[in-house]
């Protein structure tokens, strides 16, 4: 399965995804299972690392994204990966903007497509504070965990076809 986390600027939320799911995949033993990469719908931080604030909430939790670079989401995207799990509802009008039509709906909201009933967006924290991105951590951290747990439970589950 290909998992493609998608945000604004691919320097907070979808990193921190990003890193999240590799790090519970990895501990699962089913890291061969999920190609994982992210992508912002915004072209500004193209080619930087995550934001300083992103990078120390993720390491605070044993993970680290300090060698990730932001890239903006391309069309072509839409064909190599099998969800495209969009951060808030303008990051899946965005993404969707640039996808082809019968592709479309490869992007989904992350928390309702992880089935996190907290809430159905992850809150932009960039301007925000460190307690922003606690919570960016725990929801994306939840959803990391949601999404082993479904692989785990094996093919069966439909994880490809039938999220
Ligand atoms: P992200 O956060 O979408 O979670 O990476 C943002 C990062 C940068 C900006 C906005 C949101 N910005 O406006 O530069």
Redesign the pocket.
Known sequence: MRLLFV????????PMAEGALRARLREAGLGGRVEVDSA?T?D??VGHPP?HRAIACARGHGVDIAGLRARQLQRQDFERFDWLLC?DAQNLRDARRRAPPQLAHKAVLLLEWAGIPETVAVP???TGCGDDFELTWRLVDSAASAVVARLAAGPESGIIDRW
């Open positions: 945000c604004l600027g691919n320097i907070c939320r979808s912002g915004g500004w931080h934001d951060a932009d924290p960039y």
